[in-house]
């Protein structure tokens, strides 16, 4: 038994606006699962670039709200290094 997948009928519509891309610029004629198997193996091939695709779209700081941000710190005049970082989140 294949496993099946359900999509939508604008997604089926792609499909076979691509397959008769394929037909008329190849002469072969591919099924929809021949295309669905290749579009996966080039995503597999891509995983930073698809899974970027899927990210929110990140919006950094403006240099005012940075300099908002960083003008609620103080300086408690005490040397930190990573090994007294170290000491009071592991010991």
Request: charged content about 35%.
């Amino acid at each position: 038994m294949v496993p099946s997948v359900t999509v939508t009928d604008r997604t089926k519509a792609h499909l076979e606006e691509l397959r008769a891309k394929i037909r008329l610029e190849t002469g072969r004629t591919v099924t929809q699962q021949e295309l669905l198997e290749w579009i996966v193996l080039e995503a597999v091939e891509s995983t930073d670039e698809l899974s970027d695709s899927f990210r929110d779209e990140f919006e950094p700081l403006t240099d005012d709200e940075i300099d908002r941000w960083l003008s609620g710190t103080v300086s408690s005049g005490v040397e930190t290094d990573e090994s007294d970082i170290d000491r009071v989140l592991y010991d």
